[in-house]
């Protein structure tokens, strides 16, 4: 029988972007649940549902793909803070967007901030440890604030370890609760840089 003349069935196909989402999705889920430790990829395949194989097109191995989630999140947090003092004005003012911004982040992913509360172990293929690219942002806007003569005058790296501290810390603290005011903590966490870190 000729099937020439039979219409084609289109192919059912996901993109390389919504494998990736899915596969993050599936790990995120699981790591939260078991434990980064007692999970495999088999089983984050199977719940994204995409074959093992598929997996190992992504990524080599499950360290690889919990580094690319971190990476993830902490694109987004450098992202906005670059966004909100890039804004200009003032450097309490600043100060002020991005701390709040920083809490806006964390409250949309607030699943993802738990893959950072859990892996203290992970060492990027640069070298890099999870923070490391937040600290390195927080880093040069502390040198320009220094250099407009608005912050103390410091070591950079030491100064940008404690703000990143600070942010870091209230954070985690304000996600813990499920009751906490994001502007509120976002205004008290302001209030601790400023007094710590402007000039008087």
Same mark, same amino acid.
């Given at each position: 029988m000729d099937n020439s003349d039979q219409p084609t069935r289109p192919k059912r196909t996901r993109d390389p =972007?919504? %494998?990736? !989402?899915? $596969?993050?999705?599936?790990?995120?889920?699981l790591f939260t649940e078991r434990g980064y430790e007692n999970v495999?990829?088999?089983?984050?395949?199977?719940?994204?549902?995409?074959?093992?194989?598929?997996?190992?097109?992504?990524? =080599?191995? %499950?360290? !690889?793909? $919990?580094?690319?989630?971190?990476?993830?999140?902490?694109?987004?947090?450098?992202?906005?803070?670059?966004?909100?003092?890039?804004?200009g004005g003032p450097h309490p003012d600043r100060l002020d967007a991005i701390c709040e911004g920083q809490f806006v982040v964390a409250e949309e992913h607030r699943s993802l901030l738990r893959l950072l509360t859990m892996t203290t172990d992970v060492i990027y293929e640069d070298g890099a440890l999870p923070g490391d690219r937040i600290q390195n942002q927080i880093k040069s806007f502390y040198a320009e604030g220094m250099s407009d003569g608005a912050f103390v005058e410091g070591d950079v790296d030491l100064m940008a370890a404690m703000a990143h501290g600070l942010v870091e810390g209230a954070m985690m603290q304000a996600m813990r609760s499920d009751t906490s005011n994001r502007t509120e903590a976002a205004a008290q966490l302001s209030k601790v840089m400023k007094n710590a870190f402007l000039t008087r």
């Open positions: =972007d919504t %494998k990736r !989402a899915a $596969l993050h999705d599936a790990a995120l889920q495999s990829i088999a089983q984050v395949a199977k719940l994204a549902g995409i074959a093992v194989g598929t997996v190992y097109r992504f990524y =080599d191995n %499950k360290l !690889a793909m $919990l580094r690319a989630m971190l990476e993830e999140i902490e694109g987004l947090f450098v992202q906005r803070m670059k966004h909100d003092w890039d804004q």
